[in-house]
């Protein structure tokens, strides 16, 4: 009796040992109330590796794993803790249908964002070549380019009715139109192809169950938002094809509606990025208390700075409806002066500030000093802080980024706004744009659950 009592408790603790073996293979086989102890020390265990392995994760990224653990253990860990910590500590998870899911969800708006940058850029070029009004119609669906040299004449003599053939470029050859054209065909067809390219992917994800309702929504708003640029874009190259109301001005778009076009072009690509990052990273990094603490003091300072850097870039899409960036080509005086005579020569006095020349660019250059200096500070005060090496990076990104941008638009200025400095300062405010969401994104504050598990201080190699 004594050899079979003790027989079973060796079968009983042998189980035990066989039950967190296999768990740690990623098998869940074990289950019942056979050793209830073993289970609770198992489930303390793993559920602390499980936040360990997934702080690691969203701060590295799906690459980046723990010394002494395999890949597939660690993703079904990273999987595990953001399941239970979504359902119990109120970490509501973007896409909860596995890290499978949420790689492929998380490549998509990437993708979708990088295709947003791609049409800014293009845009960017289309202005700058002054191809924008070379169609002088609109279709909501797109349509065929021409053919056949009846159908290019046709579209160039529909061009020839316009005021910049008339005042700007009377006399140009087919082929130089052929040109134009093709810039604004491409730059129209390419959003419609953004178009496509977000909505079937949207809906295969739909169906699969991948994307929750709060997601959904979130991505309705932004795709009836990437809808509407085609509407505001035809709104905004309308106004260019109205006869000036002076006979000695230039035919160009609307200030207003040129930098509404871009700025809800701005708009959307941080939608999307934003998103982005919250699907792949829904934890931010944070790997101590300490590290937590001082992230709420950079996010305190970078919340202003980013409102300061958007301002600025849509300041610029001012500078560039009213051509300002071909007037007062020195730097850094404006002419002969610091301050040009007329800025406020325009009544009432808001107009000055959208659609007068002088006080647009004086505007401009204010903001992007201002800009630099504020980023500049915040390098400053956090540089002492205790944060995350990821955080102190980007901060460091973003410092470079803007001496960049202040650089490309000088010598912008100075050369005279050719179109590729022009595309590259334009390139250059929305990839400052970028680096500011990141490091908003990556000072956020964590879950509840995730402050629970740190420690005061991270912990050192």
Known sequence: MYQSSRMASLLKKNKALSCIYNNLKGASICSGASSPRPSRVFSSTVGSASSFAARNAAANGFGSLPKG???PCVRSMCTSASMAVGKDKGLKLLVTAGLHAQKMVGIWLFGSAAWVFSMVILGGVTRLTRSGLSMTDWKFTGSLPPLSEEDWLHEFEKYKQSPEYKRINKGMSLEDF????????????????????????FSYFLRKGYITLRLGLR???LFTLGAGQGLIGWWMVKSGLEEPASEYAEPRV?????????TSAFVLYCGLFWTALSVVMPEPPAESLAWVNGAAKVKRLALPVSLL????????????GNDAGRAYNTFPKMGDNWIPDDIFSMKPLVRNFFENTSTVQLDHRILATATLASIGSLWWVTRKLDIH??????????????????????????????????????????????????LNHTVRKPSLA????????????
């Open 69 to 71: 653990f395999s890949t």
């Open 178 to 201: 052929k040109f134009i054209y093709w810039m604004e065909y491409a730059h129209r067809m390419w959003g419609r192809a953004l178009g496509i390219m977000f909505a079937l992917p």
């Open 219 to 221: 991505l309705s708003a």
């Open 254 to 262: 609307s200030p207003y509606r040129l930098a509404a076009h871009l």
């Open 309 to 320: 850097v958007g301002i600025t870039a849509v300041s610029g899409a001012f500078v560039a």
């Open 389 to 438: 090496p990821a955080v102190r990076s980007l901060i460091g990104s973003v410092v470079g980024m803007a001496a960049l941008q202040v650089t490309l638009g000088i010598s912008t200025l100075l050369s005279y706004v050719p179109v590729s400095l022009g595309t590259a300062h334009q390139a250059g405010a929305l990839t400052l744009l970028t680096l500011v969401i990141l």
């Open 450 to 461: 995730l402050l629970r598990s740190l420690p005061p201080v991270a912990r050192t190699a």
